[in-house]
């Protein structure tokens, strides 16, 4: 099996399957933050039953028990998200936070985070959505979420990539 030791990742693709995975959109519309927060809430409303004790009729603890398995499991990929975010710089958390999570007007965002410019703001949102993306992708597989959140970051194809200097890009492990 061959491992990279530092990948490198295409930033654009990245940056654009946050945004999609946070908003809800594109690609990641079935598996993105707002259907976590959904089926969490749903899976919430479900409450106990007062069935039939006498085990006669059948029972319906096997689908309670399920059913709390399968919030708690959302809630941690839930918990995911909001540690990536708050990996981050405090300006790259306003970023996700308010463009991406609140869907505030990139202008007020640009204000809130006081960066001049928007090519500015351009480089320090795609940084954020980055970052956020590095942080999850480790933690959704290190809390085992992994299958309820995608790896969102996009590695460069291989004849795209940077070899710095005389270091071999590839270890065989």
Do not use: W
């Amino acid at each position: 099996m061959r491992l990279e030791l530092l990948p490198e990742f295409d930033e654009k693709r990245t940056a654009q399957n946050v945004a999609d995975f946070l908003q809800g959109k594109g690609a990641f519309r079935h598996h993105s933050y707002p259907h976590l927060l959904e089926t969490e809430q749903v899976l919430g409303m479900i409450s106990g039953s007062t069935g039939d004790v006498t085990g006669i009729h059948g029972s319906p603890s096997n689908h309670m028990e399920e059913a709390m398995i399968a919030k708690a499991h959302c809630r941690l990929a839930i918990k995911c998200v909001k540690q990536s975010i708050a990996s981050c710089t405090l300006t790259q958390q306003i970023i996700l936070r308010e463009r991406y999570l609140n869907g505030t007007k990139r202008a007020v965002v640009i204000g809130m985070v006081n960066i001049g410019g928007n090519d500015q703001y351009q480089l320090a949102d795609q940084a954020a959505r980055n970052r956020f993306a590095a942080a999850l992708d480790k933690l959704a597989v290190i809390e085992g979420v992994d299958d309820l959140i995608p790896q969102l970051q996009v590695l460069k194809p291989e004849k795209m990539r940077k070899n710095p200097g005389n270091l071999p890009d590839r270890f065989v492990l």
